[in-house]
């Protein structure tokens, strides 16, 4: 994990399931990659997402909101933890606590996001519903630097897909999910080499970051 010796030290915050997480931790797991996660904070102690650090040895910690009088003593404990790992950047991954302006400042430009929309395009909850509500023709995700504001903040990498006539919620959210997976991986590689930083809100990269074919939908003819 992370054999370079300059790989930087990631924290990942998650609540819930853990995908996002495991397919940090895969990529953390080759050679060449720019960054080691080397502790998974919950805030819920059933997460299954806990058991995916487990797993692969990285050290898991419980750190449940309900156990504190209220939220900055909930993220005092968070950063605690994080500065004990000697955490350089945090990873939210289906963290689903909102931050006050004093736990987004000590992290500033060091804390990413995964959000399953095209940002700033539906920020919030139940985002595949709007999209599918809308009749929207193309969604995605989006990895972004957090700011106070939820959804919002400098944007690293987005990955678009095709929304289908046929697709519910629930068929749109497994086909974006499988684009997270590959997306959240590359977007901390840019930033944890160093290709990629803020700079006046928002993200600049050390040279051009290329230029897919576009994607039609409905699909040209
Ligand atoms: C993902 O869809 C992510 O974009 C959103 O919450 C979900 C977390 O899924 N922020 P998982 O816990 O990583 O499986």
Redesign the pocket.
């Known amino acids: 994990m992370g054999a370079l010796s300059e790989a930087r030290r990631i924290g990942v915050l998650?609540s819930?399931?853990?995908?996002?997480?495991r397919a940090l931790i895969e990529a953390a797991g080759r050679p060449s990659y720019p960054a080691e996660i080397v502790l998974v904070i919950s805030n819920r102690p059933d997460a299954a997402?806990l058991g995916f650090a487990r797993e692969a040895g990285i050290a898991a910690r419980v750190i449940d909101h309900k156990a504190f009088a209220d939220r900055p003593a909930f993220e005092r404990a968070m950063t605690a933890a994080l500065e004990k790992a000697d955490a350089e950047l945090v990873c939210n991954?289906?963290f689903r606590r909102l931050l006050t302006a004093t736990f987004v400042e000590r992290w500033r430009d060091r804390q990413l996001n995964?959000?399953?929309s095209l940002l700033p395009a539906y920020k919030g909850l139940h985002s595949h519903e709007r999209v599918i509500a809308d009749g929207t023709r193309i969604s995605g995700?989006t990895v972004h630097f957090v700011r106070e504001e939820m959804d919002s903040g400098p944007i690293v990498a987005q990955a678009a897909v095709a929304v289908e006539p046929s697709d519910t919620a629930g068929t749109l959210a497994a086909r974006v999910?499988e684009v997270?997976h590959r997306l959240y991986p590359h977007a901390l590689d840019l930033v944890a080499s160093g290709r990629a930083w803020v700079e006046g809100e928002r993200t600049v990269f050390a040279r051009s970051t290329g230029a897919a074919a576009p994607l039609f939908s409905p699909e040209l003819e």
């Open positions: 998650i819930g399931r853990g995908s996002n997480l997402g991954a289906g995964i959000h399953p995700c999910l997270e």
